[in-house]
Protein backbone atom coordinates (compact mmCIF):
# COMPACT_ATOMS: atom_id res chain seq x y z
CA UNK A 1 0.00 0.00 0.00
CA UNK A 2 3.04 2.71 0.51
CA UNK A 3 4.80 1.95 -2.46
CA UNK A 4 0.90 2.40 -4.29
CA UNK A 5 0.65 5.78 -2.28
CA UNK A 6 4.23 6.75 -3.49
CA UNK A 7 3.31 6.60 -6.96
CA UNK A 8 0.23 9.14 -6.56
CA UNK A 9 -0.68 11.07 -9.36
CA UNK A 10 -3.59 13.37 -10.36
CA UNK A 11 -6.43 12.06 -12.80
CA UNK A 12 -8.84 14.40 -14.50
CA UNK A 13 -12.44 13.37 -14.39
CA UNK A 14 -15.88 14.31 -16.27
CA UNK A 15 -19.56 12.42 -14.63
CA UNK A 16 -22.71 12.87 -13.57
CA UNK A 17 -23.89 13.46 -10.00
CA UNK A 18 -26.94 11.92 -7.87
CA UNK A 19 -29.37 14.43 -9.89
CA UNK A 20 -27.83 13.78 -13.43
CA UNK A 21 -25.89 17.06 -13.84
CA UNK A 22 -22.99 16.61 -15.52
CA UNK A 23 -19.68 17.69 -13.25
CA UNK A 24 -16.07 17.35 -13.56
CA UNK A 25 -12.77 18.33 -11.70
CA UNK A 26 -9.35 16.71 -10.56
CA UNK A 27 -8.76 14.09 -7.76
CA UNK A 28 -5.47 12.37 -6.56
CA UNK A 29 -5.02 8.79 -6.78
CA UNK A 30 -2.77 5.86 -7.29
CA UNK A 31 -4.61 4.82 -10.30
CA UNK A 32 -7.56 5.13 -12.56
CA UNK A 33 -9.57 2.07 -10.67
CA UNK A 34 -9.34 3.32 -7.20
CA UNK A 35 -10.39 6.87 -8.81
CA UNK A 36 -13.19 5.53 -10.03
CA UNK A 37 -14.35 3.94 -7.20
CA UNK A 38 -13.78 6.91 -4.55
CA UNK A 39 -15.83 8.89 -7.18
CA UNK A 40 -18.63 6.46 -6.78
CA UNK A 41 -18.22 6.82 -2.90
CA UNK A 42 -18.78 10.68 -3.60
CA UNK A 43 -21.96 9.59 -5.52
CA UNK A 44 -20.58 10.60 -8.71
CA UNK A 45 -21.09 8.11 -11.61
CA UNK A 46 -17.24 8.60 -13.42
CA UNK A 47 -17.63 8.70 -17.44
CA UNK A 48 -14.09 9.66 -18.38
CA UNK A 49 -11.00 9.79 -15.70
CA UNK A 50 -7.58 10.77 -17.49
CA UNK A 51 -4.27 10.77 -15.88
CA UNK A 52 -3.21 14.95 -15.90
CA UNK A 53 -0.30 15.55 -18.18
CA UNK A 54 2.64 17.51 -16.22
CA UNK A 55 2.26 20.88 -18.96
CA UNK A 56 6.13 22.23 -19.14
CA UNK A 57 4.41 25.45 -18.90
CA UNK A 58 2.89 24.65 -15.71
CA UNK A 59 3.35 27.49 -12.91
CA UNK A 60 3.09 24.62 -10.41
CA UNK A 61 6.49 23.22 -10.46
CA UNK A 62 7.74 21.16 -7.96
CA UNK A 63 9.96 22.50 -5.21
CA UNK A 64 11.50 21.71 -2.10
CA UNK A 65 9.55 20.81 1.28
CA UNK A 66 11.11 23.25 3.74
CA UNK A 67 10.50 23.11 7.64
CA UNK A 68 8.23 26.11 6.75
CA UNK A 69 5.84 23.83 4.94
CA UNK A 70 6.13 21.50 7.34
CA UNK A 71 4.92 23.72 10.61
CA UNK A 72 2.33 25.36 7.96
CA UNK A 73 1.03 21.72 7.45
CA UNK A 74 1.31 21.14 11.01
CA UNK A 75 -0.68 24.06 11.93
CA UNK A 76 -3.23 23.86 9.33
CA UNK A 77 -3.90 19.83 10.59
CA UNK A 78 -3.88 20.91 14.08
CA UNK A 79 -7.01 23.61 12.94
CA UNK A 80 -8.57 20.90 10.95
CA UNK A 81 -8.78 18.88 14.09
CA UNK A 82 -9.96 21.25 16.47
CA UNK A 83 -12.84 21.84 14.26
CA UNK A 84 -14.24 18.21 14.44
CA UNK A 85 -12.84 17.09 11.13
CA UNK A 86 -12.03 13.39 11.04
CA UNK A 87 -8.43 12.64 10.18
CA UNK A 88 -8.56 11.25 6.98
CA UNK A 89 -10.66 13.74 5.53
CA UNK A 90 -8.53 16.87 7.09
CA UNK A 91 -5.81 15.03 5.07
CA UNK A 92 -8.00 16.13 2.01
CA UNK A 93 -9.02 19.56 2.72
CA UNK A 94 -5.30 20.60 3.66
CA UNK A 95 -3.95 19.08 0.51
CA UNK A 96 -6.40 20.96 -1.59
CA UNK A 97 -4.89 24.29 -0.58
CA UNK A 98 -1.12 22.92 -0.65
CA UNK A 99 0.29 24.85 -3.79
CA UNK A 100 3.59 22.86 -3.47
CA UNK A 101 3.32 20.32 -5.33
CA UNK A 102 5.97 18.35 -3.81
CA UNK A 103 3.90 18.65 -0.46
CA UNK A 104 0.75 17.69 -2.16
CA UNK A 105 2.14 14.25 -3.07
CA UNK A 106 3.42 13.79 0.66
CA UNK A 107 0.51 14.74 2.09
CA UNK A 108 -1.87 12.58 0.18
CA UNK A 109 1.03 9.53 0.83
CA UNK A 110 0.65 9.86 4.22
CA UNK A 111 -3.58 10.36 3.95
CA UNK A 112 -3.26 6.30 2.06
CA UNK A 113 -1.66 4.75 4.61
CA UNK A 114 -3.79 6.27 7.53
CA UNK A 115 -6.62 5.14 5.66
CA UNK A 116 -5.28 1.82 5.01
CA UNK A 117 -5.09 1.06 8.84
CA UNK A 118 -1.96 2.65 10.19
CA UNK A 119 -1.53 5.35 12.54
CA UNK A 120 -0.68 9.21 12.10
CA UNK A 121 2.78 8.91 13.64
CA UNK A 122 3.61 5.41 12.09
CA UNK A 123 2.89 7.46 8.56
CA UNK A 124 4.86 10.32 9.95
CA UNK A 125 8.08 8.02 10.90
CA UNK A 126 8.36 6.67 6.89
CA UNK A 127 9.40 10.03 6.10
CA UNK A 128 12.14 11.24 8.45
CA UNK A 129 13.54 13.85 6.36
CA UNK A 130 10.36 16.31 6.46
CA UNK A 131 9.16 14.93 10.15
CA UNK A 132 12.18 14.53 12.96
CA UNK A 133 11.46 12.16 16.20
CA UNK A 134 10.06 15.14 17.98
CA UNK A 135 7.21 15.64 16.23
CA UNK A 136 6.61 11.60 15.46
CA UNK A 137 6.67 11.26 19.74
CA UNK A 138 4.93 14.31 20.33
CA UNK A 139 1.67 12.82 17.67
CA UNK A 140 2.10 9.48 18.94
CA UNK A 141 1.19 10.60 22.68
CA UNK A 142 -1.09 12.85 21.67
CA UNK A 143 -3.17 9.59 19.66
CA UNK A 144 -2.38 7.15 22.61
CA UNK A 145 -3.75 9.69 24.72
CA UNK A 146 -6.78 10.67 22.64
CA UNK A 147 -5.98 14.16 22.58
CA UNK A 148 -4.55 14.56 19.15
CA UNK A 149 -5.79 17.36 18.30
CA UNK A 150 -4.64 19.51 21.35
CA UNK A 151 -1.07 17.95 20.57
CA UNK A 152 -1.20 18.97 17.31
CA UNK A 153 -2.03 22.46 18.42
CA UNK A 154 0.82 22.31 20.75
CA UNK A 155 3.56 21.12 18.46
CA UNK A 156 2.16 23.55 15.16
CA UNK A 157 2.95 26.55 18.12
CA UNK A 158 6.46 25.00 19.04
CA UNK A 159 7.13 24.97 15.19
CA UNK A 160 5.98 28.18 14.58
CA UNK A 161 7.92 29.68 17.41
CA UNK A 162 10.96 27.54 16.65
CA UNK A 163 10.58 29.01 12.56
CA UNK A 164 10.97 32.55 13.98
CA UNK A 165 13.75 31.95 15.92
CA UNK A 166 15.36 30.26 13.16
CA UNK A 167 14.51 33.47 10.75
CA UNK A 168 15.99 35.86 13.36
CA UNK A 169 19.53 33.99 13.77
CA UNK A 170 19.58 33.47 10.14
CA UNK A 171 19.10 37.82 9.37
CA UNK A 172 21.36 38.11 12.11
CA UNK A 173 23.95 35.82 10.20
CA UNK A 174 23.10 37.07 6.72
CA UNK A 175 23.67 40.92 7.39
CA UNK A 176 27.34 40.63 8.33
CA UNK A 177 28.81 38.02 5.72
CA UNK A 178 26.41 40.45 3.17
CA UNK A 179 28.64 42.92 4.04
CA UNK A 180 31.61 41.31 3.35
CA UNK A 181 30.91 40.03 0.07
CA UNK A 182 29.83 43.10 -0.72
CA UNK A 183 33.32 44.84 0.42
CA UNK A 184 35.18 42.01 -1.55
CA UNK A 185 33.33 42.34 -5.12
CA UNK A 186 33.68 46.29 -4.80
CA UNK A 187 37.74 45.91 -3.85
CA UNK A 188 37.95 43.44 -6.78
CA UNK A 189 36.47 45.24 -9.39
CA UNK A 190 38.65 48.36 -8.29
CA UNK A 191 41.97 46.43 -8.31
CA UNK A 192 41.18 44.72 -11.49
CA UNK A 193 39.44 47.54 -13.79
CA UNK A 194 40.19 51.09 -11.87
CA UNK A 195 43.94 50.73 -10.32
CA UNK A 196 45.63 49.08 -13.70
CA UNK A 197 44.06 52.69 -15.43
CA UNK A 198 45.95 54.76 -12.43
CA UNK A 199 49.15 52.29 -13.14
CA UNK A 200 49.41 53.60 -16.30
CA UNK A 201 49.74 57.38 -15.75
CA UNK A 202 52.12 56.23 -12.82
CA UNK A 203 54.55 54.85 -15.69
CA UNK A 204 55.15 58.83 -16.81
CA UNK A 205 55.83 60.39 -13.88
CA UNK A 206 59.50 58.99 -13.83
CA UNK A 207 59.81 59.02 -10.20
CA UNK A 208 59.71 56.43 -7.37
CA UNK A 209 55.96 55.71 -6.61
CA UNK A 210 55.48 55.96 -3.08
CA UNK A 211 55.23 52.03 -1.18
CA UNK A 212 51.93 51.81 -0.24
CA UNK A 213 50.83 53.05 -3.92
CA UNK A 214 53.40 50.50 -5.00
CA UNK A 215 51.69 47.54 -2.80
CA UNK A 216 48.43 48.08 -4.49
CA UNK A 217 49.21 48.05 -7.94
CA UNK A 218 51.61 44.69 -6.93
CA UNK A 219 48.22 43.73 -5.62
CA UNK A 220 46.06 44.66 -8.95
CA UNK A 221 48.78 43.22 -11.19
CA UNK A 222 48.48 39.39 -9.16
CA UNK A 223 44.96 39.73 -9.40
CA UNK A 224 44.69 40.27 -12.94
CA UNK A 225 46.87 37.70 -13.91
CA UNK A 226 45.77 34.80 -11.80
CA UNK A 227 42.20 36.19 -10.41
CA UNK A 228 40.47 32.74 -11.77
CA UNK A 229 43.13 31.03 -9.66
CA UNK A 230 42.18 32.85 -6.90
CA UNK A 231 38.10 32.49 -7.60
CA UNK A 232 38.62 28.97 -8.11
CA UNK A 233 40.73 28.55 -4.82
CA UNK A 234 38.01 30.55 -2.88
CA UNK A 235 35.16 28.06 -4.90
CA UNK A 236 37.51 24.96 -3.33
CA UNK A 237 37.54 25.93 -0.14
CA UNK A 238 34.02 27.00 0.49
CA UNK A 239 33.22 23.14 -1.02
CA UNK A 240 36.02 21.46 0.89
CA UNK A 241 34.62 22.96 3.96
CA UNK A 242 31.07 22.37 3.97
CA UNK A 243 32.18 18.24 2.48
CA UNK A 244 34.79 18.56 5.77
CA UNK A 245 31.62 19.44 8.05
CA UNK A 246 29.16 16.86 6.51
CA UNK A 247 31.72 14.21 6.79
CA UNK A 248 33.95 15.03 9.43
CA UNK A 249 32.38 15.20 13.43
CA UNK A 250 35.47 16.35 14.38
CA UNK A 251 35.15 19.18 11.59
CA UNK A 252 31.41 20.15 12.78
CA UNK A 253 32.27 19.73 16.35
CA UNK A 254 34.91 22.70 15.90
CA UNK A 255 32.91 24.89 13.96
CA UNK A 256 30.14 24.75 16.54
CA UNK A 257 32.72 25.77 19.16
CA UNK A 258 33.94 28.09 17.07
CA UNK A 259 30.91 30.35 16.16
CA UNK A 260 29.95 30.70 19.65
CA UNK A 261 32.85 32.51 20.36
CA UNK A 262 32.06 35.13 17.69
CA UNK A 263 31.44 38.71 18.88
CA UNK A 264 28.12 39.66 18.87
CA UNK A 265 26.50 37.06 16.76
CA UNK A 266 28.14 34.10 19.22
CA UNK A 267 25.72 35.77 21.95
CA UNK A 268 23.08 35.82 19.82
CA UNK A 269 23.56 31.89 19.18
CA UNK A 270 23.98 31.11 22.86
CA UNK A 271 20.87 33.14 23.90
CA UNK A 272 18.31 31.11 20.62
CA UNK A 273 20.21 28.15 22.02
CA UNK A 274 18.89 29.16 25.42
CA UNK A 275 15.27 29.80 24.16
CA UNK A 276 14.93 25.96 22.09
CA UNK A 277 16.04 23.94 24.81
CA UNK A 278 13.30 25.38 27.23
CA UNK A 279 10.74 25.67 24.65
CA UNK A 280 11.62 21.91 23.12
CA UNK A 281 11.69 20.88 27.06
CA UNK A 282 8.54 22.67 27.98
CA UNK A 283 6.61 20.75 24.85
CA UNK A 284 7.73 17.76 25.51
CA UNK A 285 7.38 17.64 29.22
CA UNK A 286 3.56 19.66 28.94
CA UNK A 287 2.45 16.56 26.74
CA UNK A 288 3.21 13.80 29.39
CA UNK A 289 6.52 12.60 27.66
CA UNK A 290 8.92 11.77 31.03
CA UNK A 291 11.45 13.76 31.49
CA UNK A 292 14.37 11.11 30.67
CA UNK A 293 13.14 10.93 27.21
CA UNK A 294 12.05 14.72 26.96
CA UNK A 295 15.88 15.17 27.11
CA UNK A 296 16.85 13.16 24.65
CA UNK A 297 14.73 15.18 22.00
CA UNK A 298 15.99 18.51 23.70
CA UNK A 299 19.41 17.61 23.23
CA UNK A 300 19.30 17.47 19.16
CA UNK A 301 17.19 20.59 19.39
CA UNK A 302 19.32 22.65 20.60
CA UNK A 303 21.79 22.19 17.35
CA UNK A 304 25.12 22.47 19.21
CA UNK A 305 27.42 19.98 19.59
CA UNK A 306 28.49 21.98 23.22
CA UNK A 307 24.55 22.20 24.38
CA UNK A 308 23.92 18.67 22.91
CA UNK A 309 26.79 17.03 24.69
CA UNK A 310 25.49 19.30 28.19
CA UNK A 311 22.08 18.02 27.65
CA UNK A 312 23.12 14.64 27.55
CA UNK A 313 25.15 14.82 30.78
CA UNK A 314 22.13 16.33 32.16
CA UNK A 315 20.08 13.03 31.09
CA UNK A 316 22.16 11.17 32.56
CA UNK A 317 22.21 12.82 36.01
CA UNK A 318 18.15 13.09 35.40
CA UNK A 319 18.19 9.00 35.19
CA UNK A 320 20.26 8.62 38.87
CA UNK A 321 17.95 10.75 40.65
CA UNK A 322 19.20 13.86 40.50
CA UNK A 323 17.20 17.26 40.37
CA UNK A 324 16.89 18.78 36.83
CA UNK A 325 18.20 22.81 38.35
CA UNK A 326 21.22 20.78 39.93
CA UNK A 327 22.66 18.88 36.48
CA UNK A 328 21.85 21.57 34.74
CA UNK A 329 24.08 23.52 37.40
CA UNK A 330 26.82 20.98 37.13
CA UNK A 331 27.42 21.53 33.29
CA UNK A 332 28.51 25.14 33.54
CA UNK A 333 27.04 26.21 30.41
CA UNK A 334 23.42 27.39 31.27
CA UNK A 335 23.01 30.49 32.98
CA UNK A 336 21.71 31.18 36.29
CA UNK A 337 18.46 32.73 34.86
CA UNK A 338 17.49 29.54 33.31
CA UNK A 339 18.34 27.29 35.76
CA UNK A 340 16.60 29.25 38.73
CA UNK A 341 13.09 29.14 37.07
CA UNK A 342 13.89 25.54 35.92
CA UNK A 343 14.45 25.00 39.83
CA UNK A 344 10.90 26.79 40.59
CA UNK A 345 8.79 24.91 37.94
CA UNK A 346 10.27 21.83 39.93
CA UNK A 347 9.56 22.67 43.22
CA UNK A 348 5.79 24.56 42.04
CA UNK A 349 4.91 21.08 39.94
CA UNK A 350 4.89 24.10 37.06
CA UNK A 351 8.46 22.77 35.51
CA UNK A 352 6.42 23.46 31.56
CA UNK A 353 4.98 26.90 32.45
CA UNK A 354 8.34 27.76 34.18
CA UNK A 355 10.14 26.68 30.79
CA UNK A 356 7.56 28.08 28.34
CA UNK A 357 8.50 31.67 30.04
CA UNK A 358 12.09 31.38 30.17
CA UNK A 359 11.69 29.98 26.29
CA UNK A 360 9.84 33.62 25.70
CA UNK A 361 12.15 35.76 27.66
CA UNK A 362 14.90 34.22 25.68
CA UNK A 363 13.42 34.47 22.16
CA UNK A 364 12.73 38.51 22.95
CA UNK A 365 16.54 38.19 23.84
CA UNK A 366 17.37 37.09 20.46
CA UNK A 367 14.85 39.47 18.74
CA UNK A 368 16.17 42.51 20.79
CA UNK A 369 19.72 41.42 20.03
CA UNK A 370 19.03 41.25 16.15
CA UNK A 371 17.64 44.58 16.15
CA UNK A 372 20.43 46.03 17.81
CA UNK A 373 23.02 44.04 15.46
CA UNK A 374 21.44 45.62 12.44
CA UNK A 375 21.73 48.84 13.65
CA UNK A 376 25.58 48.00 14.86
CA UNK A 377 25.63 47.43 11.17
CA UNK A 378 24.96 50.03 9.31
CA UNK A 379 28.23 52.37 10.79
CA UNK A 380 30.46 49.49 10.59
CA UNK A 381 29.81 48.63 6.54
CA UNK A 382 30.17 52.32 6.19
CA UNK A 383 33.55 51.97 8.13
CA UNK A 384 34.47 49.12 6.30
CA UNK A 385 33.59 50.03 2.81
CA UNK A 386 35.49 53.65 3.64
CA UNK A 387 38.96 51.86 4.65
CA UNK A 388 38.86 49.74 1.63
CA UNK A 389 37.76 52.12 -1.08
CA UNK A 390 38.87 54.99 0.74
CA UNK A 391 42.44 53.07 1.51
CA UNK A 392 42.83 52.71 -3.10
CA UNK A 393 41.52 56.11 -3.29
CA UNK A 394 44.02 57.37 -1.23
CA UNK A 395 46.92 54.83 -2.33
CA UNK A 396 46.08 55.95 -6.69
CA UNK A 397 46.42 59.61 -5.54
CA UNK A 398 49.49 59.82 -3.18
CA UNK A 399 51.74 59.96 -6.35
CA UNK A 400 49.32 62.81 -7.92
CA UNK A 401 49.74 64.76 -4.60
CA UNK A 402 53.87 64.46 -4.85
CA UNK A 403 53.90 65.52 -8.13
CA UNK A 404 55.01 68.85 -7.40
CA UNK A 405 58.28 67.68 -5.87
CA UNK A 406 58.59 65.57 -8.88
CA UNK A 407 58.34 68.36 -11.03
Not at 224 to 252: D, G, M, N, P, T
Amino acid sequence: MASEAAKSATFTWQGTDKRGQKVDGEISGANQALVKAQLRKQGINPTKVRKKQASLFSSKKKKKITPADITLFTRQMATMMKAGVPLVQSFDIVSDGIDNLTLKELVSTIKTDVASGNNFASALRKHPRHFDELMCNLVESGEQSGALETMLDRLATYKEKNETLKKKIKKAMTYPIAVIVVAIIVTGILLVKVVPTFAEIFEGFGAELPAFTQMVIGISEVLQAWWYIVVAAIIAFIFVFREAKLRSKKVADAVDRFVLKIPVTGEILIKSIYARFARTLSTTFAAGVPLVEALTSTAGATGNVVYSSAVERVREDVSTGQQLNFSMRNTNVFPNMLIQMTAIGEESGALDEMLDKAAEFYEEEVDNAVDNLTALMEPMIMAVLGVLIGGLIIAMYLPIFKMGSVV
